[in-house]
């Protein structure tokens, strides 16, 4: 494909991920599955494109205002991006919109207008204002302001950074010296991650669906600071375990491998289809100690069946995902019913902590760094539920990690990671241990 037909199919992805509600990773998977006949190098390029645009989709409109223009679609987002971004002047930008096969229609006088109060512009203009030039919803800039304070903007700068490409090595197979000489032998650079124990870090962006290595449920894709959630579990062998929002098993499959695949690890959704889709991996990776189990709510019946009899718990719940904004971006202006969230978790947590055994532990984590979605949704848990008292992260990181805990992600007695601190995406932690005979 020639740069302008490239250009031409990113506009039309791109059009079709504003007219609906799908993410950007779907609807750009789906667009390119029924162009079979577009090449691996150029589905490359027309990703980019996508998510490069996604990713200033704020600061181009707040362009796009200023100029005027009142065409806010794909089209004109792509249009500004050349100019602001790319640094391309007319004459070149004219060389992409043409007559000429498959390439995007040639520009109108409105738009060469536009181009000419784009052109010798910076993309982030210093009368924007704060929460456009780091492309951040006002409803989520006001909280984090008010978490990071004057290191707000470089925080969330961060999170417009692509995302690193991290495994975690399935130890039941191999350890993570041999899988990475194994993925060195093809070619496939990569280091281990920082401060997971059991985790690779890519270099650049590898075909790693088909490798052997994968498909043998030797590796896993998942992010490092997803990793560190599960090894805080501290899973032992022979222990009960239930992840009460297990989705596609990531965590499951994670820590059943720290519990050596001894033990009993219960993987719960309410959604069939994510565990038909940890059911495939829990086969791949060669496990056999999780147990799927489908919830009607997170007050199904099972729950009050299994009262006190799990020595970990497991709520990774349901979020409003500004921590992986990096692998997600249009997610970020995606509509959050923030109230409902706040209610959902804290149903989460009376229900599924009423697993836990006397002396057992409930790890609540989101991939939020929100706030009211962390620290003060446990506050307000511990205010409500006797016998439950907050462990220093500190203390569970040298048994459940081993590895040096930075101490930019200890926040009391929680964990809190970010893309700009560590690296990672923006993960929140807490370990709660139950005392007594009680319950509830």
Partial sequence: ????????????????????????????????????????????????????????????????????????????????????????????????????????????????????????????????????????????????????????????????DEASLDLRVNTLRYDREQTGAMLAERGIACEPTPISPVGLRVSGRQPLSRDPLYRGGAIEIQDEGSQIVALLADAQPGQQVADFCAGAGGKSLAMAAAMGGKGRVVACDVQQRRLARAKDRLRRAGVDNVEPRLLSSERDRWVSRQKGKFDRVLIDAPCSGTGVWRRNPDARWREVDLPDLLETQGRLLASASRLVKPGGRLIYATCSLLPSENERRIEAFLSGAAGFRPLDVSGVWATAVGTELPASAVDGPYLRLTPARHGTDGFFAAVLERAGDDHG
């Fill in 1 to 160: 494909m020639t740069p302008a037909a490239r250009l031409a199919a990113a506009i039309e992805a791109l059009s079709e991920l504003f007219a609906g509600y799908q993410p950007a990773d779907a609807v750009v998977s789906a667009y390119l599955r029924h162009r079979r006949y577009i090449g691996a190098k150029d589905r490359a390029a027309i990703t980019s494109v996508v998510y490069a645009t996604v990713r200033r989709r704020a600061r181009l409109d707040w362009w796009l205002h200023r100029a005027a223009f009142d065409r806010r679609a794909a089209r004109a987002q792509v249009l500004a991006s050349l100019v602001l971004a790319d640094g391309l002047d007319a004459a070149a930008v004219d060389t992409l919109f043409s007559e000429a096969p498959y390439a995007p229609p040639p520009l109108d006088a409105e738009e060469r207008r536009l181009i000419g109060v784009l052109d010798g512009q910076p993309l982030a203009h210093p009368e924007m204002p704060p929460d456009v030039a780091v492309e951040c919803p006002g409803w989520a800039y006001v909280e984090l302001a008010a978490l990071f304070g004057p290191g707000v903007d470089g925080e969330l700068a961060a999170l417009l």
